[in-house]
């Protein structure tokens, strides 16, 4: 089933597939010149936090997910990146470091773009440039949200919200009433809910008994989005 209507995704979702559309032809092959493609296995590093950006990374096909480290060692997942999204741009933009970590959730075809192209076609290209600063923004949006919701909803209410996310993400070729399968262990769930993994497993079978969900193995399907939302409680 589709969410349109019911739950505002775009509030919740990076529009960064979108900062290559609209390039001229002489921009985009300039900046595609020196690129390189890289198969990553699951849990593949593209970027720690605290170091000095190279490139930006342009997810030809698989799922990212971007996080922090806290002092304990514990992750705190920041953003799930999917096919067609850019990432590791904000550092080269704030001349600074990686303000988080990227790694692959899955096998992933990751293409590589050197700084150097990237900012030369950033110094000639206004569509570029209108492109970031549109992104940008709604990324901005996208953050003050996910604060707001960890502020503010209860763990069932975030592990609804994110789960209906999440789907949206896991859609290839969707069909009207067909399964969308979200492969993601459930560590991974828990550190982009903001709780214990224990937790999610025990909300997981919750809504599994409500007859919300089902689950094979590490992968959950989605039955009954409706129920999700209200579960999520957003307004």
């Known amino acids: ?13 990076f529009k960064s597939g979108s900062i290559l559309a609209d390039l001229q032809p002489d921009d985009f092959e300039l900046l595609m010149a020196h690129k390189s493609e890289h198969v990553y296995k699951r849990n ?3 970027f720690k936090e605290g170091t000095y950006p190279s490139g930006i990374f342009y ?5 990212v997910k971007k996080y922090k480290v806290d002092k304990d060692g514990k992750e705190q997942i920041i953003y ?15 001349e600074d470091r990686y303000p988080d970590s990227a790694a692959v ?52 209410e975030r592990l609804a919200l994110q789960l209906i996310v999440i789907r949206e993400k896991y859609k290839v070729n969707f069909v009207e ?3 969308v399968e979200i492969n993601i262990s459930r560590e991974d769930l828990a550190n982009l ?19 919300i969900l089902e689950t094979k193995g590490r992968k959950i399907i989605i039955k009954n989005i409706n129920k999700l939302v209200a579960i999520a409680n957003y307004k």
């Open 1 to 13: 089933m589709s969410i349109k209507g019911i739950f505002p995704i775009e509030k919740w979702d």
């Open 44 to 46: 593949g590093i593209l």
């Open 59 to 63: 997810i030809n096909k698989g799922k």
């Open 80 to 94: 799930l990146a999917n096919t067609g999204e850019l990432i590791g741009y904000h550092a080269i933009l704030s």
């Open 105 to 156: 959730m899955e096998e992933s075809l990751i293409t590589f773009i050197p700084k150097e192209d990237f900012l030369k076609v950033l110094e000639q290209s206004p569509a570029l440039n209108n492109r970031l600063l549109k992104t940008l923004s709604h990324e901005f949006a996208v953050l003050a949200n996910s604060l707001t919701m960890f502020a503010q909803k209860v763990v069932r």
């Open 177 to 179: 009433g067909m399964p």
């Open 193 to 211: 809910v903001g709780t214990a993994r224990e937790n999610v497993i025990r909300i997981l079978a919750e809504f599994k008994e409500e007859g």
